[in-house]
């Protein structure tokens, strides 16, 4: 069954059109690549999905018009975030940012500390003050409060320490093997991206070039869309 679906998504900032007819289906339980070079409308299709960008186009999860709906009612319906950037509340602690935006399910403060368990070492410590690998750790938990049916991550492993990005891609395959959630990967590391995706989806200058499964993605294709 079809969770997400996404057709002829076209968007602009201001009088400058950023997508251009991004196409991208998702099902139950399927772990997705988002692909393509930088500026090429990777996080604008994301905000997009989110409802914090006015779109155009089809757009539904489960069958649900996204249009219609306020970015908070389309986090309500089952779509987990995990911002570029992370963005958790400095001023709050892990536990509190853990708590802040929390629904009913089997993601708990005990079942994200079991997943990282730093995070449950620091429960009490003010996200300001923790590492850069900590924090993105926070923001997965975070959105994984709100028990997803869908999570999207954007570029979790940016700028993080090998070692740190290493933890957070076992996360990810922790997440695939033993959830039925679904999952919406940016990310710039394509040996990884093929260790845990089923399918991608490249986009090139705002619009979908190529979709299929992750196998069928040849060296020609990625050296022509993706790589630097």
């Known amino acids: 069954m079809t969770l997400l679906n996404v057709e002829n998504l076209t968007a602009h900032y201001g009088s400058s059109q950023a997508l251009f007819g991004v196409d991208l289906q998702m099902a139950e339980g399927e772990v997705t690549a988002l692909m393509g070079r930088n500026g090429m409308g990777k996080s604008t299709t994301v905000k997009a999905i989110c409802q914090m960008i006015s779109a155009k186009g089809t757009l539904t999860f489960e069958g ?61 410590q003010r996200a300001g003050s923790l590492s850069g690998g900590e924090q993105q750790m926070l923001a997965i938990g975070r959105a994984l409060m709100t028990n997803p049916r869908l999570l999207i991550l954007d570029e979790a492993t940016e700028g993080l320490a090998p070692i740190v990005r290493q933890e957070i891609w076992t996360a990810v395959r922790k997440l695939k093997s033993e959830t039925g959630m679904a999952i919406l990967l940016i990310d710039k590391s394509i040996k990884e991206l093929a260790s845990v995706c089923d399918k991608a989806v490249i986009l090139a200058r705002g619009k979908t070039v190529w979709s299929g499964d992750m196998g069928d993605l040849s060296s020609d294709i990625s050296e022509k869309f993706v790589g630097v």
Do not use: M
């Not at 992370?86 to 001023?91: D, G, H, K, M, V």
């Not at 935006?101 to 089997?106: C, H, L, N, S, T």
């Not at 403060?109 to 995070?119: H, I, K, M, N």
């Open 64 to 124: 649900q018009n996204l249009h219609a709906l306020p970015s908070h009612k389309v986090a309500r319906l089952g779509i987990g975030l995990v911002p570029e950037g992370r963005r958790c509340f400095a001023q709050l602690t892990v536990q509190e940012n853990l708590i802040a935006a929390a629904r009913a399910g089997d993601w708990t403060l005990q079942t994200v500390a079991d997943l990282f368990p730093r995070l449950g070492e620091r429960a009490d």
